[in-house]
């Protein structure tokens, strides 16, 4: 067998231990300032990235290090509170391991969120926007020896966010009442900010939001058949002049993260809800 899959596997036997056996339907994946919605998880097992054989662990501002599975939203689900990145020197293969456990685990939906930068001047602090696209500066993770035990050398992208779930959604947040965008998000490595040029370059190119995040594991559930969800919650106004006043600051971007996270809690709630 394939050593990588070995390592999936043997992750996936000892969450599913800790499970009972239970298999959840949804993943999701929490971003920076946004794992309270861990808290909403009812009948929660905990478990800490550490515990899990071949697992890496978390080391970015806000993002505790756990496994949640519970009952949310009606439907049992398996919740990542605090994801890995590829600026924490972790390569392609362990940023988006986890997403190829829960896929094993047996989730047929992947729920992403995010912090952001908002590239769109309409896009104020506080708003959430809805992915329908993305563009990308990562290494692809599928670079390499084909995962054939889950999904086919060229995979498709066109619509590697679920149009079904986006519509939900939609109608979802009119219910609410919140204010939300929809738009394109722009993944980049990091660890640095953008400066002025490059955002104005990004936003040219069809960027709404900047980002360091989530596009991996979008790509690797799309391979594995799992239908995406994402969304982003704007924690700054992205800088386009060099000026002082414009600093950019890490703590910063969780407390606006966690400001807007009961809505962004709310609304996905309510979409998982509807599976």
Same mark, same amino acid.
Request: charged fraction near 20%.
């Given at each position: 067998?394939?050593?990588?899959?070995?390592?999936?596997?043997?992750?996936?036997?000892?969450?599913?231990?800790?499970?009972?056996?239970?298999?959840?339907?949804?993943?999701?994946?929490?971003?920076?300032?946004?794992?309270?919605?861990?808290?909403?998880?009812?009948?929660?097992?905990?478990?800490?990235?550490?515990?899990?054989?071949?697992?890496?662990?978390?080391?970015?501002?806000?993002?505790?290090?756990?496994?949640?599975?519970?009952?949310?939203?009606?439907?049992?689900?398996?919740?990542?509170?605090?994801?890995?990145?590829?600026?924490?020197?972790?390569?392609?293969?362990?940023?988006?391991?986890? $997403?190829? !456990?829960?896929?094993?685990? /047996? @989730?047929?939906?992947?729920?992403? =969120?995010?912090?952001?930068?908002?590239? #769109?001047? *309409?896009?104020?602090?506080?708003?959430?926007?809805?992915?329908?696209?993305?563009?990308?500066?990562?290494?692809?993770?599928?670079?390499?020896?084909?995962?054939?035990?889950?999904?086919?050398?060229?995979?498709?992208?066109?619509?590697?966010?679920?149009?079904?779930?986006?519509?939900?959604?939609?109608?979802?947040?009119?219910?609410?009442?919140?204010?939300?965008?929809?738009?394109?998000?722009?993944?980049?490595?990091?660890?640095?900010?953008?400066?002025?040029?490059?955002?104005?370059?990004?936003?040219?190119?069809?960027?709404?939001?900047?980002?360091?995040?989530?596009?991996?594991? $979008?790509? !690797?559930?799309?391979?594995? /058949? @799992?239908?995406?969800?994402?969304? =982003?919650?704007?924690?700054?106004?992205? #800088?386009? *002049?060099?000026?002082?006043?414009?600093?950019?600051?890490?703590?910063?971007?969780?407390?606006?993260?966690?400001?807007?996270?009961?809505?962004?809690?709310?609304?996905?709630?309510?979409?998982?809800?509807?599976?």
């Amino acid at each position: 067998m394939d050593p990588r899959v070995e390592k999936i596997n043997a992750a996936a036997a000892f969450i599913r231990e800790q499970l009972g056996g239970r298999a959840p339907v949804a993943g999701i994946v929490l971003g920076s300032g946004l794992g309270k919605l861990a808290d909403r998880i009812e009948n929660p097992v905990v478990i800490p990235y550490r515990t899990i054989p071949g697992f890496p662990v978390s080391t970015a501002i806000g993002h505790k290090g756990n496994f949640i599975a519970g009952d949310f939203g009606g439907k049992f689900v398996i919740a990542m509170q605090g994801r890995f990145h590829y600026y924490e020197g972790y390569p392609m293969e362990l940023v988006t391991l986890p $997403v190829r !456990v829960m896929k094993t685990l /047996g @989730i047929e939906y992947l729920f992403v =969120s995010n912090a952001a930068g908002g590239a #769109n001047p *309409d896009f104020e602090v506080g708003d959430l926007m809805i992915i329908k696209d993305h563009i990308s500066l990562f290494p692809n993770p599928l670079l390499g020896p084909n995962f054939e035990d889950f999904g086919p050398r060229f995979p498709d992208m066109t619509c590697a966010y679920d149009l079904e779930l986006i519509e939900k959604a939609q109608e979802i947040a009119v219910e609410m009442g919140v204010r939300y965008h929809k738009g394109v998000y722009f993944g980049g490595p990091g660890p640095t900010y953008e400066t002025p040029a490059e955002v104005r370059f990004y936003r040219m190119a069809g960027a709404d939001v900047l980002g360091m995040s989530t596009i991996p594991e $979008v790509i !690797v559930a799309r391979h594995c /058949g @799992i239908r995406v969800f994402g969304m =982003s919650v704007i924690t700054n106004k992205c #800088n386009t *002049d060099n000026v002082p006043r414009n600093f950019n600051d890490g703590e910063d971007v969780v407390r606006a993260a966690d400001a807007a996270a009961d809505r962004m809690c709310e609304l996905f709630t309510r979409l998982i809800s509807t599976l």
